[in-house]
Structure formats: structure tokens, C-alpha cells
């Protein structure tokens, strides 16, 4: 009984003093950093140090820390459900015949009505699961869509349609809307939930996890591709060579309304086209993503990059969030607009915006949270927040900063989001960013003044407007 007591207060004395370490740890951090950015680099501190502990296994973090329950919780779960869009149909795309595809229906599964589709056809496929059925689609100007529900097509245990994807667009002018793409998986380890071959395709409200490809195109010079409203998560392979997106060399890629979280060793989004727009998504690592780049426009181009919410998380793949041309600087006109984002690194060190051109990017009325260079290559850097405002914190080496270009910009220790440890970038009253952005650079025919902003979980809503617009892919609620 003796012995038990005195190992009962060796045991006693033991926790309390990992007690007072973590309080001190947390405590320190949010000092130094703030309370935006503190809890979270105290949770990467003691993940650190319970790996190191259980000899280099997935870090379990301590209990009893808010910090470490916050990383550990990470970012919430899938988000996708079935809805309606409004996104309007076009004109061009389901003028001739319906054929239905179901259970009770004269197509069983959607692979054999992509046999049957003629030009112009609607093809409505009943709600549900499609396990191991695969399609190529040839006919032009389809219409295809989970009709009153979503449409589940399970690739596990299949030979993907030609090697390459789920589903095989080769289709000119085709528009997807509510289908759920899963499992994909081939020996080059790029199998796609969908593989773009066609000069036009329009998905809408679908749904691609778990392959090694979201979404992937052939190289086609006079192709277009338009993702709205629809979901990626955990999509890549070991090799590093596939992306939740990817676009070859096309001439225009659109991403808009999405959310792409969690890739796996590769890129949210690969781009080679010649004309970027990624407008209004959500592209997170969570405190567990795995990612290289959250963009990639692998050869630089036209690119508009505005009002998203871009995280990077502390065990990603690469220190860079946008890279512009990292590859190469192709094609003769190189543009870069990064205007009213919200960019976020969890990482120890990074650089939010790398630019590998010669050309000036125009990077304004953004908010910048964690540590890192804000820009490297040319900028002209206006009306955003960054936070930390320590100069420890924030090497400026590289990044065209200097007297006047501060004077530009807000420097804060936080930059008031409603919940950085819960990825809820809402601003709260009386953050830094509210009245901050400046006027932007006039464009012709172009308006980068944002109209919308993201609406998780999944989506987005009308940005509210104001006499003066708030820095970041959020106004403030007034």
C-alpha cells in the first residue's frame, strides 16, 4: 500500500507538471502571436512533441488543451448534399429526346445510355447507387443529370472507362449537374472521376472523392471547362502527379461556388490554361491536408484569383499556397489579379503568392494570416491585412515591400476572424479588415470587384455592399 501511495503522488506530481507546461506553452504562444494565430501554433508545437513521443507515429494530441482539441477536431466533414441549382442551362445542351436511366427505367445504368445519347439528348438518371458502371459518352450537346436526387457512381472493384476515368467526356459541349464520382483507380494512378476530352464541359453540383483524379482534362487548345457548386475531397495518389483539379493546356478553366479540401499529395488545383478564374470557393487543408500547391497555374496565363478562402495546414506537402508559372512562363501575355482572398498558413514558414513571371501581379484588398513571405516575384501589394505584424514573423526579403508599400497596407497582431481554430474566417466587429480594401485597378471589360463570397459549407451567397468594401473573401455583417 505504501509502494501504491507513492507512485499514486509520483503519477499525481507527473501530470501536473505536463499541466503547467501546455498552459505555459499556449499561453506564451497567443502572447507572441495573438489569439488568432497562438492556439494554433501551440497545437502544432505539442502534435510535434506527441509524435516525437510515440516514436514517430500520427500525432495524437494532448487532452485537456483547447489548442489540441481544436487540430484534432479539424475541418468539418464532407459537406456535400443534394440540391437544385440555379446556375442557368444552356442553350445549346438538351434539345432532343429524354431518355431515362433507373431501376424501373428503359436504361439500367447510365453506361447504356451513354450508347444510345444522340446530339442534344437529356439523360435523367434516378437517384441512387451505379457500383462498378463506368461510361464513355461521344454524343454532343448532352444534358446530364441525377434527376430529383444524387446519383452515386461507385468505382471500386471496376476497369475505369478506357483506362482513364469513371466517366470519359469526349463529348463537344456537355453539361453534368448532381452526380457523386468515387473510387477511381488505374495502374498509372491518375484514375479520374471524370476525364474532360471535348471542346466544352459544364459540371454543376457534383460530388468527387477518394479517386486518385478529381476532375482531369486531356490537352485541347480550344477546349473550356466550368466547375460550380461542387465538392472535392481526398483525391490524389502517392506519386504526387495526380490533383483534386486538373486542367491541361486548354484554353480557359472556371471554378467558382466549390469547395477542395483534404487532396492527397497533390494540387487542390493544376492549371495549364491559357485563362484562369477561380472566384468565391473554399480550398482548405484542414490540420491534416496533404497538399502541394492550393493553385497551381503551372505556366502562368490570365488569371483571376478572387474572394476565396485559401488555408494552408501544417503537415501539407509545400510551403506555397498560389504558385504562378512555377514550371514555366508560356504563351505571351502573363496576368495575375489575387484580389479580396483570405489567405491562411498554418504552416511554420511559407510564401502565399509565388510569381515566376516577369510581369507585375496585383495583389489587393486580401487578408493574409500566419507567417511567411506575402508575395515573391514583381507586386504591387495594396489594401490588405497581414497578420502577425512582427517583422520576426514575416521576412519581407523578396517581397517588394518597403516604406510607401506599408503605408498601403494594415500590419495587425490579429485579424479578427470568428474562429481561426474552427476555420470560420468571419470577421467580427471591429477586425482590422473592415474598411480596408482600396480601389482597385481598372480593367476593360473586366470588374474585380467582388459580387459574391463563399457560403459554407458548400456554395455562395451575395456579398453584402457597402460605401467602403472590407479586405478579404468576407464583408463584414453590419
Not at 57 to 65: E, I, Q, V
Amino acid at each position: 500500500m505504501k509502494f501504491l501511495r507513492v507512485l499514486l503522488s509520483l503519477l499525481k506530481s507527473y501530470l501536473i507538471s505536463i499541466g503547467l507546461f501546455v498552459n505555459l506553452l499556449v499561453l506564451g504562444a497567443i502572447l507572441y502571436y495573438g489569439v488568432d494565430t497562438g492556439a494554433q501554433r501551440a497545437g502544432q508545437v505539442l502534435g510535434a512533441l506527441a509524435k516525437h513521443l510515440s516514436g514517430g507515429k500520427a500525432a495524437a494530441h494532448l487532452p485537456g488543451t483547447r489548442a489540441g482539441a481544436d487540430l484534432k477536431r479539424g475541418l468539418p466533414a464532407d459537406a456535400f448534399a443534394y440540391r437544385e441549382h440555379d446556375v442557368p442551362l444552356e442553350a445549346w445542351v438538351g434539345s432532343g429526346r429524354v431518355l431515362h436511366v433507373g431501376p424501373d427505367a428503359e436504361y439500367k445504368l447510365p453506361s447504356k445510355a451513354a450508347r444510345a445519347a444522340k446530339e442534344g439528348d437529356t439523360i435523367l438518371i434516378a437517384p441512387g447507387r451505379y457500383a462498378t458502371d463506368t461510361a464513355v459518352w461521344t454524343a454532343d450537346h448532352l444534358y446530364i443529370k441525377g434527376d430529383g436526387g444524387l446519383v452515386s457512381v461507385d468505382a471500386r472493384g471496376a476497369a475505369v472507362a478506357e483506362g482513364k476515368a469513371i466517366w470519359v467526356t469526349k463529348s463537344n459541349h456537355v453539361r453534368i449537374e448532381n452526380v457523386e464520382f468515387m473510387n477511381a483507380a488505374v495502374p498509372d494512378q491518375n484514375g479520374a472521376g471524370i476525364r474532360a476530352e471535348g471542346d466544352y464541359l459544364h459540371v454543376v453540383g457534383c460530388y468527387f472523392h477518394d479517386n486518385e483524379s478529381g476532375l482531369m482534362s486531356r490537352n485541347n487548345a480550344d477546349a473550356e471547362i466550368v466547375v460550380d457548386y461542387s465538392e472535392f475531397a481526398r483525391n490524389g495518389s502517392p506519386n504526387g502527379q495526380a490533383h483534386q483539379i486538373y486542367a491541361g493546356t486548354i484554353a480557359k478553366l472556371t471554378v467558382r461556388g466549390s469547395f477542395l479540401h483534404h487532396a492527397q499529395i497533390g494540387s487542390d488545383l493544376k492549371s495549364r490554361a491559357v485563362e484562369n478564374r477561380v472566384l468565391y470557393n473554399r480550398i482548405m487543408d484542414g490540420s491534416d491536408g496533404r497538399d502541394n500547391y492550393s493553385i497551381d497555374l503551372s505556366e502562368g496565363g490570365r488569371a483571376f484569383i478572387v474572394g476565396n478562402v485559401i488555408q494552408q495546414g501544417a503537415t501539407g506537402e509545400n510551403y506555397h499556397l498560389i504558385a504562378f508559372a512555377p514550371e514555366r512562363a508560356f504563351g505571351a501575355t502573363h496576368e495575375l489579379y489575387v484580389v479580396n482572398n483570405t489567405l491562411v498558413n498554418d504552416r511554420d514558414d511559407g510564401v502565399f503568392i509565388w510569381n515566376n513571371t516577369d510581369a507585375t501581379a496585383w495583389v489587393y484588398d486580401n487578408v493574409f494570416a500566419g507567417p511567411g513571405e506575402i508575395v515573391r516575384g514583381p507586386a504591387v501589394i495594396a489594401g490588405n491585412v497581414i497578420t502577425p505584424a512582427k517583422r520576426s514573423a514575416l521576412p519581407w526579403k523578396g517581397s517588394g515591400f518597403d516604406e510607401e508599400t506599408e503605408s498601403r497596407n494594415r500590419l495587425v497582431d490579429q485579424a479578427g476572424f470568428r474562429s481561426r481554430a474552427e476555420f470560420d474566417y468571419t470577421l467580427v466587429p471591429g477586425a482590422a479588415a473592415a474598411d480596408a480594401a482600396v480601389d482597385l485597378p481598372a480593367l476593360e471589360g473586366e470588374s474585380l470587384v467582388p459580387e459574391f463570397e463563399p457560403r459554407p459549407p458548400l456554395g455562395l451567397t451575395q456579398r453584402a455592399t457597402d460605401a467602403k468594401r472590407d479586405a478579404g473573401a468576407f464583408e463584414l455583417a453590419r
